[in-house]
DNA sequence: CGTATCGTTGAAATATATCAATCGCAGTGG
DNA sequence: CCACTGCGATTGATATATTTCAACGATACG
């Protein structure tokens, strides 16, 4: 694996740490000295990931959980010809690779330069065993998962390229609503490969939202929303 | 709504009741008089609902989780000019309508006159809130789905119409590993709406597999498996 | 037994894929 | 600093899988 293991973190405060993997802070409180070992255990090592590199693999085991701390990540899954298909894209302050069972369901890999902090699944499963505020908050990331698979599903089965490149382009710019200026961190191929597209149909598709006046590109990996209302109206 | 309330539900046995929402009895027992309270109130009504009757609709509160006891119900999103995604179909004994929010994010409707049990998901928030395997059951549940859903988003993304079609008798053949006969409780609309296709490349394609030798259709709504082995290697 | 709905088949249209060439930028070394 | 190199992106021409449009057939229902 070719990451890299930093210093571990030196937060201290519990709330920190749940916060830090997605857990309102207000939801719990500090009781009792346990608490505080947790929260030392849950406090997540910092790992950082070249562009590229695998962070776990399909059917490995789930030991850990990720949040992006910068950079991107690409979760997929792939047919045994080599065709792929991307099942998300994750940015900073994004958590991936929670599971409720034993093994991932999906690779993970930095499409860039990527930080990461990483948790012990075991210390998350056992904190929500006592605290049940935990274990809801799991199960809603989870849900949060599917919730965004069910939005996919209806891209990759009812939509046209126009209509999936619009709809990924609106969605990454809804991340940032006041920002007109869209970073693509990740590959034309990437994009395909998450859109169940081809490379040229994506590009073909970028020029023609840039020749109608929606976008601009600044460089292939940097999109200027010209007309938000029209990019939403693509979408269908 | 086109359905009728059935008598309630006449078992008394919590581990009955909690099997009956997919939580393995042997896990939880019945230790307080509150428990068996609980497990009347688990106990799902019995409804049911006509062909295309509405079950529950995209963003409606949803107060229930509910379980298919007979018949075939269809999950599904639409676009605002009627393009229809089925997310998932149910089948006897599958769960469905369970979300962590508070809105229901598909709608679902009964393919054939089905029979569903029906639970109030506050109670089942409660009894998670103390009852921890409870909580993870839930979550276990919402995994599943999503991993159907991830498996869905290959097919939908990456593969061909054949090879669609082909995975999703797979799939439903699976389902009863003994049988090589497997009912189709679903029209051609709803296979194409399922897989990403239209009616007439789903009746091509079952066409052509029964000339193919692979399948062979006695009446539309039945197929025989002739060759498992070819079914399983045409879904790449 | 008639009628409506659903499924199948055919022919033509089209969106997207495929194949192939060129472009352009980022990094590299002279 | 500039040319060289290589990979990713773009563009063009052509192929093709799937859709669309249309007619016909079968099946279930009243």
Redesign the interface.
């Known amino acids: 694996m070719s990451a890299q293991l930093a210093s571990n973190a030196i937060m201290f405060d519990i709330r920190t740490a749940k916060r830090s993997i997605g857990i309102a802070p207000t939801q719990t409180t500090v009781t009792s000295i346990d608490d505080g070992v947790e929260a030392m255990e849950m406090m997540g090592a910092r790992m950082t990931f070249d562009r590229d590199a695998e962070i776990f693999g399909e059917s490995e085991a789930a030991d850990f959980v990720y949040r992006v701390v910068s950079g991107a990540v690409r979760t997929y899954?792939l047919?045994?010809?080599g065709?792929?298909?991307i099942?998300d894209f994750h940015l900073a302050g994004d958590l991936f690779g929670l599971?409720?069972?034993a093994e991932h369901?999906?690779s993970a890999e930095a499409i860039c330069k990527t930080e990461v902090m990483v948790f012990r699944r075991a210390n998350l499963f056992s904190l929500?065993?006592r605290t049940?505020a935990v274990?809801?908050a799991?199960?809603?990331e989870?849900?949060r998962?599917?919730?965004r698979?069910?939005?996919?599903?209806?891209l990759?089965?009812?939509?046209s390229a126009c209509e999936r490149v619009a709809s990924f382009l609106s969605a990454l710019g809804e991340r940032e609503p006041k920002a007109s200026e869209i970073a693509l961190p990740m590959s034309r191929q990437d994009m395909a490969?998450?859109?169940?597209l081809t490379i040229e149909t994506v590009s073909r598709t970028f020029t023609q939202l840039q020749s109608d006046g929606v976008i601009s590109l600044s460089g292939c990996r940097r999109v200027h929303v010209k007309n938000r209302g029209a990019l939403a109206r693509l979408s269908?």
Not at 149 to 154: F, K
Not at 156 to 159: A, E, H, P, S, V
């Open positions: 899954k047919l045994s010809d065709r792929r298909q099942g599971e409720a069972g369901r999906l929500a065993a049940p274990g809801r799991l199960w809603a989870t849900a998962e599917l919730e698979a069910q939005t996919h599903l209806m990759l089965g009812r939509k490969d998450y859109l169940g269908a």
